[in-house]
């Protein structure tokens, strides 16, 4: 079965994939020189920047998220399909999925990256992560079901079980959602569970290399390893996770009995399965500078799945929101370019600056002549998040949540919606 | 295993369920005079009278929910447990739960209502139903998904299906969804689905008595059978549901083909098995005007699981949430009254009146001397919701998202989170 589509005589761009890359991708196609179709399995695209804040009961999902068909209204020649991609037959131009199939004349692989558990079944069983904006609801929902379960034991080592928490990978990510989670301890919990000696609750960072966000500057990682600590986060540095299994949690180090491990620690792409294309060691499909699959002028892939084969030493650019957008940009101009039979331009990454923040008050930004810390940090952390949130509606829900937990040292939203059943692995 | 509580020299009040009865109740009770313990099944109290906006995509779950720790942070003596209570033993005071057991002095039940089905089990299997926060949130994906669906198939049958939307029985929840589904027929899916002809889409209300809102006066009754036919829905009085296989509802006037059957036409108390209490021809434990289990002075049932003997010919007050709220205050008072060797006084409801809204600019307002409808009714009607709402935070955060719906003709939240599996029962 074909999927529905109207017939127009413009060339189609199938786009796969509605993260930061497709987004921009399918917002700078020129809608009188091609018919759009953009493929996603939800309806809604993900600020994932964001995704912690609703791990730790700060925002509500409806916040961080956004309806992929209302940003592409009153475009014409522009059609959302919620679909899950199958397999791609480049030969005939076609593309499988679970609601029928499609043919395409340009295709766009922007799927992003999936955790990397590095061949280590026992952790990827056992370990929750955080990729996807359910991830982050089920993490919301564990974390506060550990207490409650915490308050009902009188087993002190199970106890201690629930209310440690191991965070695997020192990465923004994993920095950030300490910090969260470091405010909870200190502000939140106490409150709600006045029976339980909160001090218990112990939250360990493990990291394999000799620093925490390593991809930012030598004076952000300083800053915010000094930060952590203060928050009185176990930060292990030079320590790699060997086993998990569900209650203890084994380091090259030592061993930390714990019912909730969270894996930050890698990465990898996220390709269709049976694309004819080089991945490289991270699955990252191997594009050239104009993001093109082998040498085809007709199948891209931009943003966290592709690695761009010429740049930092064969490793491509590093996964991040601003890349994946600014590949999505450029493709976008350059697919316009080609249909008005002028040239491409080769992809080109402006940094504008890394930042994270580490609880209340507590940020790092490195801009590129410029690298601070503290407070003032955190303020411009916050307003640009604010603006980077994609409409008006939502920056003023998550504008009111931030006020609120700001002056109140409260947080609204700590409820178990979705509750998550474990396997119980009582140690 | 006993539940872990501290153990004091107060008589302990068990309260099973926190909807409107159980919160005032808990709320009214003295610190000083008992150990208070709330159970519920979740770890939130749900703004019932709002989910249908959650259905709707009008508002975000989170809003009209509230984590109950909070409600009672600084109480000394009050514990909240989340928990399903299992079986009651009323000769040796004790309550059995998925996480223990727990002793009591006094046992009060607030565990509501559900859905009555009238043993329909084919309706039961396929209809939903909204009595749930996770109920609004599934129905909120099937409205969706059925679009998503809809726009997928060239089977115009399939197509109707997907598109006809029955709601059965005419009462405030069938009302107010309806009129929030027409908002969005009218005003949002024409833009997100502009390849759909949205006329085809059909609201149908299903109602057995000869006029809607029938608990409410006939001018409300009148005017809003008037709201819903300019909004074009279908409103079939007199009129029964007989039948329900998942794809056609047969009615004793006609039948009409949908996938989505939204069930709200009768309710019934939901006790807790093996209470020795008498029930009524809902569901209810009948209770004497002080809310008492026969004549104990030990077991009390009060909300909508509790009617009143000597109200309204046995039937007791209707299923609100005010008549919940107000029993659990008066409850409370009396408790507090016993404690202190006082009277206890018969329970007496204040009608402060009820109102309903059919969509945009239109509500139904019924105070004891003034019946009035339309624009200002629906003014006052946002304004004590808002106000009804439990604290601050939700409040600006409801705020801004009924702004933005009233300025921008929008709505935020069209979020498939939740994907819902139906069976599939093509005809």
Redo the contacts between chains.
Sequence with gaps: MQ??L?QIDLPRVVIIGCGFAGLKLAKTLDDKLFQTVLLDK???HTFQPLMYQVASSGL????I?Y?V??VF??KKHF?F??ATVKKIDEANKNISTD??SISYDYLVIATGAVSNYFGMANIENNALSMKS??DS?DLRSVI??NF?QA????DLKERENLMNFVIVGAGATGVELAGALAELKKYILP?????LDIRMMQIHIVEASDKVLSNMSPHASAKSLKFLKELGINVWLNTQLKDYDGALATTTKNTIPTKTLIWTAGVKGDPIHGINATLDRSNRIVVDNFNRIGSSNHEFAIGDVAAIASENEGKGHAMLASVAGQQGVRLGKNLNALARQKDMKAFQYTDKGTMATIGRFRAVVDLSYFKFGGFFAWFIWMFLHLMLLI????R??VF??WA?SFF?Y?R???????KVKRTDTTS
Aim: hydrophobic share 35%; proline share 7%.
């Design positions: 999927i529905n109207p939800n309806n809604y509500e999902p409806d916040s998220v309806p068909r209302k209204k009153g059609h399909r919620m609601i029928g904006l359910v609801l506060l079901q409650e308050l009902n034991t009188s409150k709600d569970y006045p029976d409409d008006f509606r939502n003023l829900v009111v949540n609120w109140k409260d609204g939203i700590r409820l178990i919606i979705r």
